[in-house]
């Protein structure tokens, strides 16, 4: 019940394409939904964060879905551009403890 | 504001020695996390320490093992080192609001070796 489960594990885009990658939990009691970019050699970065008192939150080019019912929520990069080729980790953290699950990662590569 | 920084950055231990890792988050910030990243596990949360005291805590053995200083400095020690100990082991800062956890800020974390 404390998984997060992410897909897909590796992606592939064009620039100027749309990259979009799921996510999906089982605990109810989640309340804050981060998405972290991580390149080679850094530690992750927070890119940006949700709670489930919205259904979707942009910045920039990045934009977070959410689906409480569904319990999942997606990253969308909206022309995606070679520099946002990294690996992309979706957490969450609520109920009983802060602790961020992390989900398995995605890598993603955007060819010019 | 300086970011979260982590010493040292890469170490090569053979199995059987213990390790200390170190932490300084961002200046402000009192709860300290730390994670373990491996290729096959992922990022796994081991435990969170906030004025000098355990927060909470993952499901690692005893062997790892924290602390805090009351600058909010934390280190981390591994003992008995193990082979599949071999990892990036990352820290990162927060504040409190309202009792819980706020954003976390990851430093570059330390490039452990277990040969």
């Known amino acids: 019940q404390q998984q997060v489960k992410q897909s897909p594990q590796s992606l592939i885009v064009q620039k100027g394409g749309i990259s979009i990658i799921n996510c999906a939990y089982e605990n109810t009691a989640f309340d804050y939904f981060p998405w972290y970019q991580q390149f080679p050699g850094k530690g992750p970065a927070l890119l940006i964060a949700i709670r489930p008192d919205v259904s979707e939150k942009k910045e920039g080019r990045f934009t977070i879905s959410f689906n409480k019912s569904a319990k999942q929520f997606s990253l969308h990069i909206m022309d995606s551009q070679p520099g946002d080729s990294a690996t992309y980790f979706c957490a969450a953290s609520g109920g009983d403890t802060d602790k961020l699950i992390f989900g398995t990662g995605t890598r993603l590569q955007v060819f010019p | 504001k300086a970011g979260v920084t982590q010493t040292p950055r890469y170490l090569i231990k053979t199995r059987g020695q213990q390790v200390t890792l170190s932490c300084s988050p961002i200046s402000g910030h009192r709860s300290v996390s730390w994670y373990q990243q491996t290729p096959g596990q992922g990022l796994q949360f081991l435990f969170e320490?906030?004025?000098?005291?355990?927060?909470n805590k993952g499901n690692f053995p005893g062997r790892f093992s924290g602390r805090q200083f009351s600058n909010s400095r934390s280190e981390m020690n591994v003992s008995t080192l193990e082979l599949g100990d071999s990892a990036l082991y990352l820290c990162?800062?927060?504040?409190?609001?309202?009792?819980?956890?706020?954003?976390?800020?990851f430093g570059p974390g330390t490039r452990l070796t277990v040969l």
């Open positions: 320490y906030f004025s000098e005291t355990q927060r």
């Open positions: 990162a800062s927060s504040s409190l609001a309202g009792g819980r956890t706020d954003t976390q800020y």
